[in-house]
């Protein structure tokens, strides 16, 4: 589930921002722009017990990376109406999953120096939301094993900037 929170935001917040770049490329106010571009991971958790289940509250940050083209006060008068944007495309959403609506409860500017050098701004966004996790009980073994397994696959596919070779090989059972 995290990785898809993860994706949906940055696959709504992408989408958004494409359809305001071309209307501005379209009108002829702006040149074609590789940024900002848009990370996202999930920095913590913290979880509480609901009946038999378990209630999962991550913190997503989204890092929105863009390309300064002026000065201090530009950037502000560019940077922040796009932040804001971002933040009303994000809450109050559940991106068609089973999550509690998105909010976005803080940003701030994270440019390092190689970023500030290279004329990138750098901008993180604290997101909460909230989901559940079933009980998986022993008749559920096959769901437990598919779960395991697919984030060992994750970790065992080559890299596809690599040799081609999956790092390591292993076989796992479970009890």
Avoid at 24 to 50: H, L, N
Avoid at 51 to 75: Q, T, W
Avoid at 114 to 122: K, L, N, P
Wanted: charged fraction near 25%; proline fraction near 3%; aromatic fraction near 6%.
């Amino acid at each position: 589930m995290l990785t898809d929170i993860e994706n949906a935001i940055v696959a709504r917040v992408s989408s958004k921002v494409s359809l305001a770049t071309a209307r501005v490329q379209a009108k002829g106010e702006g040149p074609v722009a590789r940024y900002p571009s848009f990370y996202c991971a999930t920095m913590s958790a913290q979880t509480r017990r609901i009946g038999n289940n378990l209630k999962v509250e991550p913190l997503v940050y989204l890092i929105m990376k863009f390309k300064s083209l002026g000065k201090e006060e530009d950037r502000r008068k560019g940077v922040y109406p796009i932040v804001e944007g971002v933040m009303s495309a994000l809450f109050n959403q559940n991106l068609g999953l089973k999550i509690d609506a998105l909010t976005p409860t803080r940003f701030q500017d994270i440019t390092d120096d190689t970023d500030r050098q290279e004329g990138f701004i750098v901008l993180g966004m604290e997101l909460k939301t909230g989901f559940v996790v079933n009980t998986l009980d022993d008749s559920d073994e096959q769901a437990i094993n598919d779960l395991i397994t697919i984030g060992l696959k994750y970790y065992l596919e080559p890299d596809i900037n690599s040799d081609g070779a999956a790092d390591a090989e292993d076989d796992l059972t479970t009890q």
